[in-house]
């Protein structure tokens, strides 16, 4: 069964940085999409970005776009997600999951545990 651990999460101020990653253990990453996810309190899950696993296209919700990048290493099993000038609005926890409609989000299995991400001076 694949598992998905994320990491990096923590408390950063307005207009900071972070990078989650998210571990995979799989014997051949490429073969998956994988995308980040978050949700904030009261707040249903909602889509932030995916990388397919046919050519590595990238894929952003409109609220991050231009402020977070993802990106993979096949070798090393991991998806990274950087996020730059954060906002208060991007407090949530972040999840990796495998999307195996190749980013469509129409069938996202193998959630990971999250990670906490709290945006605040």
């Known amino acids: 069964q694949v598992q998905l651990v994320e990491s990096g999460g923590g408390l950063v101020q307005p207009g900071g940085s972070l990078r989650l990653s998210c571990e995979a253990s799989v014997f051949t990453l490429e073969y998956y999409s994988i995308g980040w996810f978050r949700q904030a309190p009261g707040k249903e899950r909602e889509g932030v970005s995916c990388?397919?696993?046919?050519?590595?296209?990238?894929h952003y919700a409109d609220s991050v776009k231009g402020r977070f990048t993802i990106s993979r290493d096949n070798a090393k099993k991991m998806v990274f997600l950087q996020m730059n000038n954060l906002k208060p609005e991007d407090t949530a926890v972040y999840y990796c999951?495998?999307?195996?409609?190749?980013?469509?989000?129409?069938?996202?299995?193998?959630w990971g545990q999250g990670t906490q991400v709290t945006v605040s001076s």
């Open positions: 999951a495998i999307d195996r409609s190749d980013c469509r989000k129409v069938d996202i299995v193998s």
């Open positions: 990388i397919s696993s046919s050519d590595s296209t990238a």
